[in-house]
């Protein structure tokens, strides 16, 4: 594995309860400056640098009650996703 640390911050989010730990303790997404495209409502797929049709996150809040992730991108377009499989 190339940097650990990396793994872990790809990963960190995938399971519910890593979600919800990491947002009660870091209170953030990690997500701003992030490009996403969104394919279709209710989904973002990030990219790791600017492709022609991604757009770059500004802002992002997750709710762990509801694991809903709300993305706003800096067009001020807004994304919202449900985090449960």
């Known amino acids: 594995m190339e940097n650990p640390s990396r793994f872990f911050m790809a990963t960190r989010c995938v399971h519910p309860v890593g979600r919800r730990s990491w947002w009660e303790t870091k209170r953030t997404t990690c997500l701003a400056n992030q490009w996403g495209v969104v394919p279709m409502a ?37 994304v919202e996703v449900i985090t449960q499989p």
Do not use: C, N, V
Request: aromatic share 6%; hydrophobic share 25%; glycine share 6%.
């Open 42 to 78: 209710g989904k973002i797929e990030l990219h790791s640098e600017r492709t022609q049709e991604a757009k770059q996150i500004a802002d992002a809040s997750y709710d762990p009650a509801t694991e809903r992730l709300r993305a706003t991108f800096r067009d001020g377009t807004t």
